[in-house]
């Protein structure tokens, strides 16, 4: 992005935006815009809308779903507009900037001790700035490391790798098959390019951001890309990583042509859908030389726009979709881990073996900064990133000129 969320906006703030009305939808119609992440997304949403209409018929609740590439240029033009909804879910990342412009509206005012008390705080806190409430958590994950076990033993290998050099070993033993199989699947296109190169950073003592500047010119973020740039030179990732995105490496690891892949929970339940005969198993991001270990902690909020003209009855269908019976019905269709205490309790949640492994992890997730001109980081982190698959950039000159551009964001 080349343009300030501000001017994006045209300079729209909350007080001033003017609200979206149309005789289209009576007072009492709560919209709601719902990012898709699967396909039992929208039917999930639409059976919730109706069992709160028949307990409130006095309200109407009218979903939209939203391809999630396509989310946030959608909410731009909306908000851009005044023709956003009444609630909408974003990925909490962006929250700073709605909050700073005035577009969100703080929940306070609506959510007592019991109702706050129905989160795992993880979740819930990157939702909290300057002491108030903007967003309550509608998905949440983690990520580690799944693996082939048959692939694995095939190879000779008994466990999954315990640090990154142990995985660079399996991975070359994995090749040494010589099938069409490879050691690492490896993410370098569209959304979490960046993400899967702070995996290894991370691993290796590096930070996104540290004392206000950026740490891709960091010798822990330059030896992360080294490290990756061998696993594609070598032959250890599927060819040509730039054209994979992060459904794709996973169709590529649930075909069996990839050894591992590095996601979220809701891996699990695409395998047991689609290949359930796939031996697999879960383990931790490998550590690095250090020890450090590093996850990354996801969150997208569904938050309440500040025009919206049907605060109250929004809320209600907030204080519906979070109750316990509803987030676990809404939790096990996405593979998301629990936010409600109670629903975590639930042993679908509690007993399975998967979910444990993201769950020991969060203790030390790392998630998002919350810092002004995220999205524009991310995005040249992700440029720098392919630009050092592809062979057009070294990595430290690469990674020295992309922090510089970051830098300058920060500023």
Known sequence: MTMTFKQKLCLLAGASIVAFSSSAFAASTVRVTIAEYSKGTGPYFQEAAKAFEAANPDVKIQ???????????????????????????????????????????????????????????????????NGKVYGLPVA???????????????????????????????????????????????????????????????????????????????????????LYKSFIDEGLTQPGVTS???????????????????????????????????NYGVAP??????????????????????????????WKFLDFIFTKEQRTKFDKIEGFLPVNAEEAKDPYFAD??????????????????VIPGWEDIAKTTSNAVQKIYLGQGEAEATLKEAAAKINATLK
């Open 63 to 129: 979903i939209e779903v939203v391809p999630w590439d396509s989310l946030q240029q959608k909410l731009t033009t909306d908000i851009s507009a005044g023709a956003n909804a009444d609630l909408s879910i974003i990925g909490t990342r962006w929250l700073l900037d709605y909050v700073s412009e005035g577009i969100v509206a703080p929940l306070d005012e609506h959510i007592k001790p019991d109702f706050k008390a129905r989160f795992i705080d993880t979740f819930l806190t990157p939702s909290v700035m």
């Open 244 to 278: 994979y995105s992060r459904e794709d490496v996973q169709n590529l690891f649930k075909q069996g042509k990839v050894a591992t892949v590095i996601t979220a929970p809701f891996l699990s339940g695409q395998i047991k859908t689609e290949a359930p005969k796939l």
């Open 140 to 226: 949440a994950s983690a990520r580690a490391m799944y693996y082939n076990k048959d692939i694995f033993a095939k190879a000779g290998i008994s466990a999954p790798p315990a640090t990154w050099a142990d995985f660079k070993t399996d991975a070359e033993k994995i090749k040494k098959l010589g099938s069409e199989t490879y050691g690492f699947g490896l993410q370098g296109k569209e959304i979490e390019t960046d993400v899967y190169f702070y995996y290894g950073m991370w691993s290796n003592g590096g930070e996104i951001v540290k004392g206000g500047k950026s740490g891709l010119d960091s010798k822990a973020a330059i030896d992360t890309a080294k």
């Open 352 to 369: 399975n073996a998967d979910l444990k492994v993201f769950t020991s992890l969060l203790p030390n997730a790392r998630f998002a900064p």
């Open 285 to 314: 991001i490998p550590a690095g030389p250090g020890g450090d270990k590093g996850t990354y902690g996801v969150t997208d909020s569904i938050v309440l726009f500040e025009n919206s003209k049907n605060k109250e009855a929004a």
